[in-house]
């Protein structure tokens, strides 16, 4: 147990099964992973991948402590947005853990697969924002998992890519079909089957991210959106994170997702509460309901 420690005071320790709970007396809770680093602060969780000596590879332990993670995003109310990012200097995530891989059959590649697009996809369809900080290499399966996020911010040192054809494979995390939609196909088949890595500036410019900054700024920087955001109609963010990813989603029609949305948001206190500031000429209090 910490007491005292350099964060302040002990408040209390709660265990669950995959981790556990540390909140101290300033606010700040920070839970513990095997894998996974997990500081909460002002709303917003930072969710660090804490395998530096692998480059943070992704390997069966971590996936299922991202999962775990981003379920605590869902559910804990403290939490209004969340941040993956990697630890160290080097590697945002150099791909799934290529150990892993020894031995596998046809089928166990599909699973694999099927298990690490259903966690990317819970990523893409969290109801609270969840941005990636890509502090170093995005490849492969780390690439993957950033394109899942809602958006990314990367550090001038990051360099992106999905090399899986050199060690005779595909991307297999949803790689194939989200670096297409945010890069455009011609791009994104030559990365593809290149297996070339692109820089941070070169990101910016096809738009696979938004921001590249210097490395010891990138969490502030993505803090200051976070709060941004945090500030607005929570429900009215979820409604527009749903409606965005319903354009890549063959079972819906985005443009009636888009009415239904619109149409709700007429039955929430949020929007009868930001239509009377806008009038009032105050500040709006969203309580997300
Ligand atoms: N899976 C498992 N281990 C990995 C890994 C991965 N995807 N990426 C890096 N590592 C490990 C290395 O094996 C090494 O471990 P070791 O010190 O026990 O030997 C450690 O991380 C450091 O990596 P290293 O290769 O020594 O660093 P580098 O600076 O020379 O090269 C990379 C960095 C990212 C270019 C190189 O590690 C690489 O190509 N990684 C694999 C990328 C990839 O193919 N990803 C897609 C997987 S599907």
């Known amino acids: 147990m910490i007491k005292n420690s350099q964060w302040g005071s002990l408040f209390y320790l709660e265990m669950t099964e995959l981790c556990y709970y540390i909140s101290f007396t300033f606010g700040k809770t920070i839970v513990m992973y095997q894998t996974l680093l997990a500081a909460i602060e002002n709303g917003i969780c930072t969710i660090t991948i804490n395998r530096p000596d692998k480059l943070n590879a992704l390997n069966k332990k971590?996936?299922?402590?991202?999962?775990?993670?981003?379920?605590?995003?869902?559910?804990?109310?403290?939490?209004?947005?969340?941040?993956?990012?990697?630890?160290?200097?080097?590697?945002?995530?150099?791909?799934?853990?290529?150990?892993?891989?020894?031995?596998?059959?046809?089928?166990?590649?599909?699973?694999?697969?099927?298990?690490?697009?259903?966690?990317?996809?819970?990523?893409?369809n969290s109801p609270k924002p969840i941005i990636a900080c890509v502090n170093g290499f995005a490849l492969g399966g780390g690439c993957e998992m950033a394109m899942a996020c809602h958006f990314r911010i990367a550090s001038s040192n990051a360099k992106f890519g999905q090399p899986e054809v050199n060690l005779g494979l595909i991307p297999g995390y949803g790689g194939t079909q989200r670096l297409t939609q945010l890069i455009g196909k011609g791009r994104a088949i030559e990365l593809m089957i290149?297996?070339?890595?692109?820089?941070?500036?070169?990101?910016?410019?096809?738009?696979?991210?938004?921001?590249?900054?210097?490395?010891?700024?990138?969490?502030?920087?993505?803090?200051?959106?976070?709060?941004?955001?945090?500030?607005?109609?929570?429900?009215?963010?979820?409604?527009?994170?749903?409606?965005?990813?319903?354009?890549?989603?063959?079972?819906?029609?985005?443009?009636?997702?888009?009415?239904?949305?619109?149409?709700?948001?007429?039955g929430t206190a949020d929007k009868a509460e930001g239509t009377a500031a806008f009038l009032e000429k105050r500040k709006a209090n969203f309580t997300g309901e």
Do not use: R, W
């Open 194 to 266: 290149s297996g070339n890595m692109i820089d941070a500036s070169t990101a910016l410019q096809y738009g696979l991210v938004n921001y590249a900054v210097p490395q010891e700024e990138l969490l502030h920087k993505a803090s200051t959106i976070l709060q941004t955001i945090i500030s607005k109609a929570p429900l009215a963010v979820t409604k527009c994170i749903a409606a965005a990813n319903a354009v890549f989603d063959e079972t819906k029609n985005g443009y009636a997702f888009e009415v239904d949305a619109f149409g709700e948001c007429f």
């Open 62 to 124: 971590v996936m299922e402590e991202i999962s775990a993670a981003v379920d605590e995003v869902y559910n804990n109310t403290e939490i209004k947005a969340a941040i993956i990012t990697g630890a160290g200097s080097k590697s945002f995530v150099a791909g799934a853990d290529i150990s892993e891989f020894i031995g596998l059959s046809v089928e166990e590649g599909k699973e694999l697969a099927k298990m690490g697009q259903d966690i990317f996809f819970k990523i893409e």
